[in-house]
């Protein structure tokens, strides 16, 4: 046995779990957990400005690769609390992340000492375990447990919080015979697979809701071998985006309320089964269930067995892992193909693909101030299938999942429950220091970009380059336009006269001259003919300069993005697509 300090010991499991990339800010408190990563090496560590940025930054760390959990840190006090949304975020969209936080001495915890806040307490609500950690040689079991408790069953945050004599006591630790500890994970049975495709078989036009935890699983592979075997189209919900490649013929959109398309709308309204794999029924994809559920009969797969029947009861459920759920279907679809007992889903495949092609939305517009449907369509000329995108809340996600393209799984990184503005530029950090090599490119409106535009400047100082693309029509526009229910445009415009921008001529503040006072690069775009040539600038400027580039497009101040309030009720406030010039990077495939 070796005697270290207990915070060594708690480097040492970190790396021997290998969870070795941090994001955050030192301090007083956690100046300890500091020294022990300076001195073992092990552990990559990216300084935030904020350490809310920190704890998203954490957060598309993990979403960007299978088995990543980021790691965020910071001192007492309000540090943790800053860190909460970050939790809520990732707790609300299933994504294990690691907060370690300072803490004041065991002795003066109950003294009101200098920020000395129970923290775990106040996240409890928003991780999977919250916990101070009162004796030193806990230490180590308590990292232990916090990566299985991460990993089994839904995944989700931990927060360990450190008092900082804790972390300096002595105490015994080995880690050469350190092991985690072992993760269970529901599986589905054969007879369960049976059923399941017992129930498809019945059916006429059956769907597959394909949900994030099929992401989270890694088994996007195995949906689609599935839907191949079985000729069903699939549904990906916002979070499982990119499981099926956006040009497979079997991808039958998206739907709901905002991140929908008008295809995917109408073949989930002309279905009579819908087999849910790792999805939470949200009400953004279902609005109102009695038109959802209609007659249709549902299957729901879900890793957590209370999950199963919290929106509606479906007619069968499964408890199971995304994986192991979808390899037990494999098998069993590939027998029932060898002995022909497969229906032919060719006609209701087919009749799918001909509503892709009829019903797009309009997306070419030539119209100056510039109309943001243009900017998805020359963002799709501009980045190739490989391309990650990152966003969060606003009509500028919303947009961009109905006129977009994915075609992998982890390249739709999306806030989802929570939508918490600033996510992006700090998320978009974490998952291009997971992803170096690939094209990055965020997504935001003018407000979600102001929330931690801070976090530039960790781009710029660790040389973290990706592409921002922010769209600007000053104004909150999704809370605009909800407010137009209640006949008011109120506290929610963002322009105003900049003294030292004229050229802006309203539009407020002047994001160019803030990112590059950040040390990045920025261009401007004012006319739909410049969008383009400003991506592929920006890609140039990207490789040359190795910092965040942003892509500013001053849109025209108010559009009204297609949404409802059911999904067979969506208002379309634009003009519809007629001919293939209408939306000319539009994937309709025809047979």
């Known amino acids: 046995m070796t005697r270290m300090r207990a915070v060594d010991a708690a480097v040492l499991i970190l790396e021997k779990e290998g969870s070795t990339q941090a994001f955050g800010l030192p301090g007083a408190a956690i100046n300890p957990f500091y020294s022990a990563m300076k ?6 560590h990216v300084l935030a400005r904020h350490v809310e940025g920190a704890s998203h930054m954490a957060e598309g760390y993990t979403r960007a690769k299978a088995g990543n959990i980021g790691i965020c840190v910071g001192t007492s006090g309000p540090a943790g609390t800053d860190m909460i949304t970050g939790l809520y975020s990732a707790s609300a969209d299933s994504i294990p992340i690691l907060c370690i936080t300072g803490q004041a001495p065991v002795a003066k915890l109950h003294k009101e000492d200098f920020q000395a806040v129970d923290i775990a307490s106040i996240a409890k609500p928003v991780t999977k375990w919250a916990v ?4 030193a040689a806990q230490v180590p079991g308590t990292f232990q447990k916090a990566f299985q408790v991460m990993r089994e069953g839904r995944p989700g945050p931990v927060l360990i919080d450190l008092p900082v004599d804790v972390q300096q006591a002595q105490i015994e630790f080995d880690i050469d015979t350190y092991e985690p500890l072992p993760v269970s994970r529901p599986a589905a049975t054969r007879a369960q697979a049976e059923k399941v495709l017992s129930f498809l078989a019945a059916a006429e036009q059956p769907l597959i809701v394909a949900g994030g935890g099929i992401v989270n699983a890694d088994a996007a592979d195995l949906l689609v071998e599935f839907a191949e075997l079985t000729g069903i189209p699939v549904v990906p919900t916002l979070m499982g985006w990119g499981v099926l490649p956006d040009d497979h013929p079997l991808m039958a959109g998206m739907v709901g309320l905002q991140t929908s398309h008008r295809y995917g709308n109408a073949t989930l309204l002309a279905s009579d089964l819908v087999l849910g794999i790792g999805n939470r029924w949200a009400n953004r994809h279902t609005g109102g269930l009695e038109v959802y559920q209609g007659r249709r009969k549902f299957i729901h797969v879900d890793i957590e067995p209370t999950q199963i029947g919290r929106v509606f009861a479906p007619d069968y459920g499964v408890v199971s892992d995304a994986r192991a759920a979808l390899e037990v279907f494999v098998e069993v679809a590939r027998e029932r193909a060898l002995e022909g007992r497969l229906a032919d889903r060719s006609a209701w495949a087919a009749e799918c693909r001909k509503r892709r ?21 020359e963002m799709n000329r501009a980045f190739g299938p490989e391309v990650r995108y990152v966003s969060t809340i606003g009509l500028s996600q919303i947009q961009a999942a109905q006129m977009l393209h994915v075609y992998r799984p982890r390249h739709w990184i999306n806030a989802g429950q929570a939508g918490p503005l600033g996510w992006t530029v700090p998320a978009t950090l974490g998952v291009a220091v997971a992803d170096p090599d690939s094209m990055v490119v965020a997504l935001s409106g003018d407000y979600d970009f102001q929330f931690l535009i801070e976090e530039l400047a960790v781009g710029a100082q660790f040389n973290i380059p990706y592409i921002h693309v922010v769209v600007n029509n000053s104004y909150l526009g999704l809370i605009r336009q909800a407010q137009r229910g209640f006949d008011m445009d109120f506290c929610v415009q963002l322009s105003f006269e900049n003294i030292n921008s004229p050229e802006l001529n309203g539009y407020g503040v002047d994001h160019v001259k803030v990112a590059e006072g950040l040390g990045c690069k920025a261009l401007r775009v004012f006319e739909p003919d410049g969008i383009l040539p400003a991506l592929e600038q920006a890609k140039k400027l990207m490789v040359e300069h190795q910092v965040p580039i942003v892509v500013e497009i001053i849109l025209e101040r108010i559009t009204n993005v297609s949404m409802g309030l059911e999904i067979d009720n969506i208002t379309e406030f634009e003009d519809l697509a007629e001919v293939p010039a209408d939306a000319p990077t539009a994937l309709a495939l025809l047979d």
């Open 39 to 44: 001195n073992h090496g092990g552990i990559k």
């Open 132 to 135: 101070t950690v009162m004796e």
């Open 357 to 377: 092609t009829e019903l797009q939305r309009k997306t070419h517009f030539d119209v100056v101030p510039i109309k943001p449907q243009r900017v998805y369509e």
